[in-house]
T-cell receptor
């Protein structure tokens, strides 16, 4: 069966520090991968999605970047965190077009 | 511009009664709709979906209704249980947008024993 791993579960970082969140998927090949953010009291906002290695699309302009160095690995990064980057970050995968998403357990990021 | 809206941020229901969660959308190209359930500090889990060729889909205690003319869908939970207490997100996608799901803002359901 397919599983998705996301870490760390919680992270507290000072403003201006770098960020790296990692997500891996097991049990499937060539998944579509996604990074979402849920800000406090708000819905799920799509940040990045990827249909293959080194193929990244950004949905919103922001202080973050994403990379996919391997087929089942998706990384969310920032060189310098802002206070507004605080939120709950979710990685997700799907098997293809129009298939439902499966989410990881999320990372609660607090930028202080 | 929010294309998927859940106008009720919270809902409180007594155990055993019906919970009705509502969702409105503006994009007439949306043709596939899903509901996700999310507990605190966890990722959302898929609950139920409906294609635009249907107006109802049922799975156990969960039923989703779709009214295309009104661009409205609703999730009914009968009977509601305390374990149903969570945030519920509706989501929609359009055939011309690949697998990009657009999510609503969520509704927090509290089922009281």
């Amino acid at each position: 069966s397919q599983t998705i791993h996301q870490w760390p579960a919680t992270l507290v970082q000072p403003v201006g520090s770098p960020l790296s969140l990692e997500c891996t998927v097991e049990g499937t090949s060539n998944p579509n991968l996604y990074w979402y953010r849920q800000a406090a009291g708000r819905g799920l906002q799509l940040l990045f999605y990827s249909i293959g290695i080194d193929q990244i699309s950004s949905e919103v302009p922001q202080n973050l970047s994403a990379s996919r160095p391997q087929d089942r690995q998706f990384i969310l990064s920032s060189k310098k965190l802002l206070l507004s980057d605080s939120g709950f970050y979710l990685c997700a995968w799907s098997g293809g077009v129009r298939e439902k998403l499966f989410f990881g357990s999320g990372t609660q990021l607090s930028v202080l | 511009d929010q294309q998927v809206k859940q106008n009720s941020p919270s809902l409180s229901v007594q155990e055993g009664r019906i919970s009705i969660l509502n969702c409105d959308y503006t994009n007439s190209m949306f043709d596939y709709f899903l509901w996700y359930k999310k507990y605190p500090a966890e990722g959302p889990t898929f609950l139920i979906s409906i294609s635009s060729i249907k107006d109802k889909n049922e799975d156990g205690r969960f039923t989703v209704f779709l009214n295309k003319s009104a661009k409205h869908l609703s999730l009914h939970i009968v009977p509601s249980q305390p374990g149903d207490s969570a945030v519920y997100f509706c989501a929609a996608s359009a055939d011309n947008a690949g697998n990009m799901l657009t999510f609503g803002g969520g509704t927090r359901l509290m089922v009281k024993p």
